[in-house]
């Protein structure tokens, strides 16, 4: 069965300090990955989408990047972190051409101070 | 623009049936879905519409009218642990086959 890793579950972090997220895939091949925002009761919002290694779109101008290193892992970063980077992250991944569906990772609450 | 429509809270009875709706403006539409997200945790797949009807699945039904660019969820039987944030998202060619999302529906259940 296929399983989404991501890692860690709360962060704390200074402004202006790096950050890296990352999320692992298990059991499929090729599958589409995503990074997507969450703010406090509010909506997803798609930060960066992969449908192959070393492909990635970007969906909202900001200071974060995305990386795909290898099929089933997908990394996202930053060089300098903003209060504004502050939210729920979460990760998911989709069967190819079924992108409807998402798989999501148990996310990441990262808040700058 | 893009854009979907869902009440931003709903509350009902346990036991009882809720029906919380969706309606969305896209240059070009493939598809509803639903998800449900508990408070701290990530989001679950409910269901999926593509094409005009009631879709059923246990207690949750989805439905979808294409020419009224309309859906909506149903959920049968309420638990408590049917609490939770509920929503809908479209898969549009204009937005690259990404889902386009709702702010989401916080259903609050009541004993």
């Known amino acids: 069965s296929q399983t989404i890793h991501q890692w860690p579950a709360t962060l704390v972090q200074p402004v202006g300090s790096p950050l890296s997220l990352e999320c692992t895939v298990e059991?499929?091949?090729?599958?589409?990955l995503y990074w997507y925002r969450q703010a406090a009761g509010r909506g997803l919002q798609l930060l960066f989408y992969?449908?192959?290694?070393?492909?990635i779109s970007s969906e909202v101008p900001q200071n974060l990047s995305a990386s795909r290193p290898q099929d089933r892992q997908f990394i996202l970063s930053s060089k300098k972190l903003l209060l504004s980077d502050s939210g729920f992250y979460l990760c998911?991944?989709?069967?190819?051409?079924?992108?409807?569906?998402?798989?999501f990772g148990s996310g990441t609450q990262l808040s700058v101070l | 623009g893009q854009s979907l429509e869902q009440p931003s809270e709903v509350t009902a009875v346990e036991g009882a049936i809720v029906q919380i709706n969706c309606t969305y403006q896209t240059s070009g539409f493939y598809g509803l879905s639903w998800y449900q997200q508990h408070d701290g945790g990530a989001p679950t797949f409910l269901s999926y519409n593509a094409l005009d009807g009631l879709e059923e699945t246990g207690r949750f039904s989805s439905f979808l009218s294409r020419s009224d660019s309309y859906g909506y969820l149903l959920l049968q039987e309420l638990q408590m642990k049917d609490s939770a944030s509920y929503f809908c998202?479209?898969?549009?060619?204009?937005?690259?086959?990404?889902?386009?999302w709702g702010a989401g529906t916080k259903l609050i259940i009541k004993p």
């Open positions: 998202a479209v898969r549009a060619p204009d937005s690259n086959y990404q889902l386009i």
């Open positions: 992969s449908v192959g290694i070393g492909q």
């Open positions: 998911a991944w989709s069967a190819t051409g079924s992108n409807e569906k998402l798989f």
């Open positions: 059991g499929t091949s090729n599958p589409n």
